[in-house]
């Protein structure tokens, strides 16, 4: 199956995966001018985002449907056309509804680009193959982030607003371009997975992928383990480092490179331990979890500033984040049929995106409460408020644990009544470590 032309149609959905990257966090480097262009608050600028993600999160069930019916190469497409009319219209946006208007245009082609590349790899690559393609392509996409934190940010400092935002608008039209040539649902002559289903066709499959326990596990692992490194990347992350932490652009836009090459650097890892460790992979993403507490409680916890070299151990943290989120599609891609794979893996989409839009939402609000009682002293984006503010991140990081806990469990149970026993895990070390001494001296015994 794995053919020189399945390298070449990933790499084709992987630009226009990046494409979509770039623009859905462009404003996270706008914070501070949209906050001036549009008059608004911090409540109001993190609306543009939330209802962003809103609308990526809504869509994302219905897209997957879509994406099952008519395929990646439609579905991909489409969404680059909605982001580059979105951000034709955020360029020339001089007020909050407009663009507001614009992010919504961006959400929604944002949610139908990367449930479409993600389709298209179990149908061209082998089996064995599929944990590592799919790690690779969550990796790549984040030099998109790059896309926004390097060029797209210099030309909107060097030439203003609206040239850098028609930039990221060509570069969706370069991906409508590829994707129409180049790419194709399937290899020549593999069946068509698409089904032309009804309604209620539609609703049973819908029913089906949710009823399965390892989709839902899949979903509350993205929900946990994804929104930090999100809302850090998208909103919060440029503001805080900015006006809470003291640095300057030049550091900043260091800090953020490094959150993505730290996310290029694990991502082969978590595909290699996926398709050694499969019995492993909520442990992994709950071990992330725990991480991520712990790195934003070191850095809100600091007397004054964080150091340099805390803040750049917090992006590493947020950075293994997105690429450890990745595992939670691996579970709709093991627990659910080929013709079920896009519906799936929309429903796990759904959590990551879900908790980012809540978090970003409740940090701009008490961002604003502190600000109107008088705490943060008339400093917005202060350090202390961003303390407070920024502490929203545990009450989802705890709850998302919890629920994967509890579909963990019933997994677990399914996968014991079909034969399949999960050892707890010091226990399984310990026969792996005996099984290993066993093989070494059996090695010796035998020179």
């Given at each position: 199956?794995?053919?020189?032309?399945?390298?070449?149609?990933?790499?084709?959905?992987i630009?226009a995966?990046?494409v979509?990257?770039s623009?859905?966090t462009?404003?996270?480097?706008?914070?501070?001018?949209?906050?001036?262009?549009f008059?608004a608050?911090?409540?109001a600028?993190?609306?543009?985002?939330?209802?962003?993600?809103l609308?990526?999160?809504?869509?994302?069930?219905?897209?997957?449907?879509?994406?099952?019916?008519?395929?990646s190469?439609?579905?991909?497409?489409?969404?680059a056309?909605?982001?580059?009319?979105?951000?034709l219209q955020?360029?020339f946006?001089?007020?909050?509804?407009?663009?507001?208007a614009?992010?919504?245009?961006?959400g929604?082609g944002?949610?139908?680009?990367?449930?479409?590349?993600?389709?298209?790899?179990?149908?061209?690559?082998a089996?064995?193959?599929?944990?590592?393609?799919?790690?690779?392509?969550?990796?790549?996409?984040?030099l998109g982030?790059?896309?926004?934190?390097?060029?797209f940010?210099f030309?909107?400092h060097?030439f203003?607003w609206?040239?850098?935002?028609l930039m990221?608008?060509?570069?969706s039209?370069?991906?409508v371009?590829?994707?129409?040539?180049?790419?194709?649902?399937?290899?020549?002559?593999?069946?068509?997975?698409g089904t032309h289903?009804?309604?209620r066709?539609?609703?049973?499959t819908?029913?089906?992928?949710?009823r399965q326990?390892?989709?839902?596990?899949?979903?509350?692992?993205?929900?946990?383990?994804?929104?930090s490194?999100t809302?850090?990347?998208?909103?919060w992350g440029?503001?805080?480092?900015?006006?809470?932490?003291?640095?300057?652009?030049?550091?900043?836009?260091?800090?953020?490179?490094?959150?993505?090459?730290?996310?290029?650097?694990?991502?082969?890892f978590?595909?290699r331990?996926?398709?050694r460790?499969?019995?492993?992979?909520?442990?992994?993403?709950?071990?992330?979890?725990?991480?991520?507490?712990a790195?934003?409680?070191a850095?809100?916890?600091?007397p004054g500033r964080?150091?340099?070299?805390?803040l750049?151990?917090?992006?590493?943290?947020?950075?293994?984040?997105?690429?450890?989120?990745?595992?939670?599609f691996?579970?709709?891609r093991?627990?659910?049929?080929a013709?079920?794979?896009?519906?799936a893996?929309?429903?796990?989409?759904v959590?990551?995106?879900?908790a980012a839009?809540?978090?970003?939402?409740?940090?701009g609000?008490?961002?604003?409460?502190?600000?109107?009682?008088?705490?943060?002293?008339?400093?917005?984006?202060?350090?202390?408020?961003?303390?407070?503010?920024?502490?929203v991140?545990?009450?989802?990081?705890g709850?998302?644990?919890?629920?994967?806990?509890?579909c963990?469990?019933?997994?677990?149970?399914?996968?014991?009544?079909?034969?399949?026993?999960?050892?707890?895990?010091?226990?399984?070390?310990?026969?792996?470590?005996?099984?290993?001494?066993?093989?070494?001296?059996?090695r010796?015994?035998?020179?």
């Amino acid at each position: 199956m794995t053919s020189p032309r399945a390298w070449l149609i990933w790499t084709i959905g992987i630009f226009a995966y990046l494409v979509a990257v770039s623009q859905r966090t462009s404003f996270g480097v706008v914070g501070l001018e949209a906050t001036e262009r549009f008059h608004a608050g911090a409540s109001a600028i993190s609306f543009f985002t939330v209802l962003q993600l809103l609308v990526y999160a809504a869509l994302q069930i219905p897209v997957g449907l879509l994406v099952d019916r008519f395929g990646s190469r439609t579905m991909i497409a489409g969404g680059a056309v909605l982001m580059g009319l979105g951000q034709l219209q955020l360029a020339f946006a001089d007020s909050i509804p407009g663009g507001v208007a614009g992010r919504v245009l961006v959400g929604a082609g944002d949610a139908m680009t990367f449930i479409s590349v993600i389709r298209l790899i179990p149908l061209w690559f082998a089996p064995a193959r599929v944990p590592l393609v799919t790690q690779l392509t969550g990796m790549s996409g984040q030099l998109g982030q790059l896309i926004s934190v390097v060029p797209f940010a210099f030309v909107l400092h060097s030439f203003g607003w609206t040239p850098g935002f028609l930039m990221l608008a060509g570069l969706s039209g370069l991906a409508v371009v590829l994707v129409v040539v180049l790419l194709q649902d399937h290899p020549p002559g593999a069946p068509v997975q698409g089904t032309h289903q009804g309604l209620r066709a539609t609703g049973t499959t819908l029913a089906r992928a949710w009823r399965q326990p390892g989709t839902r596990l899949g979903m509350w692992s993205h929900f946990t383990i994804q929104f930090s490194g999100t809302v850090f990347a998208m909103t919060w992350g440029y503001p805080f480092l900015i006006s809470g932490q003291g640095l300057d652009a030049a550091t900043v836009a260091g800090l953020m490179s490094l959150y993505v090459a730290s996310a290029m650097a694990v991502g082969p890892f978590f595909g290699r331990f996926v398709s050694r460790h499969p019995l492993r992979r909520s442990t992994m993403v709950l071990l992330i979890a725990g991480s991520t507490g712990a790195a934003w409680a070191a850095v809100l916890l600091t007397p004054g500033r964080a150091p340099l070299w805390l803040l750049a151990c917090l992006v590493m943290v947020l950075a293994i984040g997105g690429p450890g989120s990745m595992i939670g599609f691996d579970f709709a891609r093991t627990f659910n049929p080929a013709h079920r794979i896009g519906t799936a893996t929309g429903i796990v989409n759904v959590g990551g995106f879900i908790a980012a839009l809540v978090a970003i939402f409740l940090i701009g609000l008490v961002l604003d409460v502190l600000l109107a009682t008088g705490f943060s002293q008339g400093v917005l984006y202060g350090l202390d408020p961003f303390r407070i503010a920024l502490s929203v991140q545990f009450l989802l990081l705890g709850f998302g644990s919890v629920m994967m806990l509890a579909c963990r469990r019933k997994v677990r149970r399914q996968m014991a009544s079909q034969g399949v026993v999960v050892a707890p895990l010091l226990q399984a070390m310990a026969q792996q470590r005996r099984a290993s001494l066993a093989q070494r001296r059996h090695r010796d015994s035998a020179d």
